[in-house]
């Protein structure tokens, strides 16, 4: 059985070795302290001493602490340093800018600064639509935070959620070519959240909200959608939505049932559970369910004080049933949680509908283990990349970003993230398609393409797309 903590990480040790001493006693020290060997390197050889860096795998910081000492602890051995490979890849951060252009003389410096630049700033004055042509609003995004609410370490502040946006800022890059920068806010205040990102929007293309806590995301997205005329996207509730549907779509392929006949039970009402529902709504799902573990199934006739839940009761649950969690998942087909671990169990599994899915997205510990759940389910997926079928938001954003961006679209709208769901689901073939088998590798180089033509296609339809691509005309 797995740990429900996700994998291990590299250090590594560089050590200086007496002559005498064979290498099988430092390999038993490794091992005895739970780490594995991958590599070693001879940094310098001489006739007393030799330097090795011998790369190891280890499973948490309390087993890499052992592990040193106990590499210590053989006689004729020095540990000279140790690095953690993790964070040797953040040192200095992990983004530079560059010039696209060289400056090599004075008539260079000229046309991009002084005196030159000046008929460009005019161009720009008189026809501010240029910006898209001239300057780096035609392919950047700002990945914006207030470090409120970041992937399983809650709120944890604008410094220390830098090193997540930097690695947002990478995957626009290399994903899908986009550039893009972490603009981490020392401010929890919505308002003053909005007139920010308002007052930095000319530089940038569209923003991408992350890790904004709930409900304070809604009324943040709301509003600069309404506000800027550029895409706003908020990933953890939209770009968890479109991937959702994709790998659901795929599924309900195998299981040969449709999505306006399917039954949905929800746990975790939150930012993704709400974007995740409407995204299902708009697909075509009817009967929705939504519960959590603290007021049980969402319903009407209740009146909640959290307006998120009270949205929720209005508009789902059909046969407007009452009671837990558990009681929801009778007859269900489909079960997607975003909440936490060990929310469902085997006896709930047995009470869904032949066949059932189940969506356990909660990171980095599921709502139910898979190998707990594999022999009640016909699909499983979670958010892990050491289980099958990981639903990744990487999937969605970079391609999305790119469409928008191609086609100055002026917002990212409904149809265009139901447009990205279906390329994604497209890019698994019907002879590929299998339970093990629902959701494309992060790392397929055909997904940024597909998902940037279907958005742009959406965008044309609908009417917020300023500029047809050649190959759109």
């Known amino acids: 059985m797995k740990s429900q903590t996700s994998g291990s990480y590299t250090i590594v040790l560089r050590l200086e070795i007496e002559q005498n001493v064979a290498f099988i006693e430092i390999a038993n020290a490794i091992h005895e302290a739970g780490g594995e060997i991958t590599a070693v390197d001879i940094v310098n050889s001489g006739k007393l001493l030799t330097t090795r860096d011998i790369t190891v795998s280890v499973s948490n910081s309390e087993n890499e602490a052992a592990l040193i ?29 560059q010039s696209k252009v060289p400056i090599k003389n004075r008539d260079d410096l000229s046309h991009v600064y002084t005196p030159g630049v000046a ?18 609003k035609r392919n950047t995004v700002a990945v914006v935070t207030d470090g409120t609410a970041v992937l399983g370490l809650g709120d944890i502040g604008p410094i220390a959620s830098m090193p997540v946006m930097e690695g947002k800022a990478m995957l626009f890059k290399e994903m899908a070519g986009i550039d893009s920068f972490p603009i981490c806010l020392n401010t929890k205040n919505t308002e003053e959240i909005i007139q920010i990102v308002k007052s930095i929007a000319p530089v940038f293309g569209g923003i991408n909200l992350e890790d904004i806590s709930s409900p304070r995301c809604f ?25 959702m549907l994709a790998g659901l779509i795929n599924a309900l392929k195998i299981v040969n049932k449709r999505m306006e006949d399917i039954k949905v039970v929800f746990s975790g009402i939150g930012a993704a559970g709400v974007a995740c529902t409407k995204m299902l709504m708009a697909a075509g799902v009817k009967h929705i369910v939504g519960a959590t573990r603290s007021v049980g199934i969402l319903h009407r006739g209740e009146n909640y004080s959290n307006p998120i839940f009270q949205w929720y009761a209005d508009h789902s649950n059909p046969d407007n049933v009452t009671g837990t969690l558990s009681d929801a998942m009778l007859d269900a087909d489909v079960f997607i949680g975003l909440s936490g671990p060990n929310v469902i169990s085997v006896e709930d599994l047995k009470k869904m509908a032949p066949d059932p899915i189940v969506f356990a997205m909660a990171n980095p510990n599921p709502e139910i283990l898979p190998e707990v759940a594999e022999p009640y389910v016909r699909v499983m997926a979670t958010g892990r990349s050491d289980y099958p079928n990981q639903l990744n938001n990487v999937l969605c954003f970079p391609g ?7 086609c100055q679209a002026t917002a990212i709208n409904e149809k265009m993230k139901l447009a990205a769901a279906y390329g994604i689901a497209s890019i698994v073939q019907d002879d590929e ?8 590798s ?23 797309a300023r500029k047809i691509p050649h190959e759109f005309v």
């Not at 506000?227 to 991937?243: K, R, S, W, Y």
């Open 69 to 97: 000492e106990s590499v210590r602890n053989v006689a004729g051995v020095k540990v000279v340093n140790f690095s953690d490979r993790t964070f040797l890849m953040h040192l200095g951060g992990k983004l530079e800018i």
């Open 119 to 136: 008929r460009v700033c005019m161009a720009l004055h008189h026809d501010p639509a240029k910006a898209y042509s001239l300057t780096i």
């Open 219 to 243: 009324e943040i997205e709301e509003r600069l959608k309404q506000e800027l005329d550029i895409p706003v996207f908020h990933d953890d509730q939209h770009g968890t939505a479109v991937v």
């Open 400 to 406: 999305i970003f790119r469409g928008a961006l191609d």
């Open 433 to 440: 398609r299998n339970e093990q088998y629902i959701i494309p």
């Open 442 to 464: 992060v790392f397929n180089n055909r997904i940024v393409e597909v998902v940037r033509k279907k958005v742009i296609e959406a965008a044309i339809e609908t009417g917020v």
